[in-house]
Structures are given as structure tokens and as C-alpha cells.
């Protein structure tokens, strides 16, 4: 399935992808803003029994259920703290609600596909790129796309 937010075109007929960026442990990383809903400061996160170590637990957002999803954890980074600072990016992807936990969110960036590298050009067999659509170069920065369908395919655990 292609991305829908690659709808608009810059002067040179590329596609352009509006994506937002954010902060992760040391990292900068990003994935799609169309399923971006809101981005919230950190509330209290109830925990839930018997869920997977990186579901920190639910939140209710303007009286909806919302189960909050530590990122890092998720894609196998080191396990962070949770701190009053991090932020809670709430998401709508196809029909499933969740909420991100990161460390901080930084900007809405425009890309268009040229500027992505693929991940199939990341050198070394220990990459563990189920999780990433590519890396970006901005700014003298590398920016980690993510691929929010992989990190939400509980098949992948």
C-alpha cells in the first residue's frame, strides 16, 4: 500500500512527505503525520497486567481509552525512563489508536523520496531494520524514518 500523505508534488514533480520528528533516548527519529492526531505533555499513565513490556499502560484522552506505547522500548532501543517532560504523541492508524511515548518532539519536516535512503544500503547483517523505512540526511543530521505498520504488527514481538 503507498503512502497517502505523498500527495503533493514540488516544482520538480517529486513527492513530498510531511513527516514529523522526534526524539528518542539520543536519537532523532520520524514517521509519517498524517495518523497524528495530537501531541499531549505526560498525564498519568495507568498501568495494565499482562500486556507487553513496552505497553506502559493506558490514558484517557478526552474520554477515550488510549493504551501509551514506550517507542524505544518498542524498537529494541535502551529502556528509558519515564520523565514529566516526554510526550505522548497520540496516533490513528487505519483502526488502531495509540499513544507514543518520546522523549521529546521536535518539528514537522517536508522530505520528498530522494532524500530517503533505503535501508537495503544500511551496511552490516546486525541492522535490524524491521521497524525502518530509511534514514534521512537534514540539517547535518541523521533522522531514523520509522514505519508506524511494523512497530503496530503485533505479529513482530
Partial sequence: MEDVNLLVKDVDNRSI???ITFE????LYAFDVLPVETIIEMVDIRPVPKVA????????????IIPVMALSERIDLKRGKIEKYNRIIITHFEDIEVGFLVSNV?????????QIEKVNSLQGNEVDTRFIKGVIKSNDQLIIFLDIKAILDTEIS
Fill in 17 to 19: 512527505m510531511q513527516l
Fill in 24 to 27: 528518542l533516548e539520543e536519537g
Fill in 53 to 64: 513490556s513496552y505497553i506502559k499502560g493506558v490514558i484517557n484522552y478526552r474520554g477515550r
Fill in 106 to 114: 521536535r518539528e514537522v519536516i517536508n522530505v520528498t523520496d530522494d
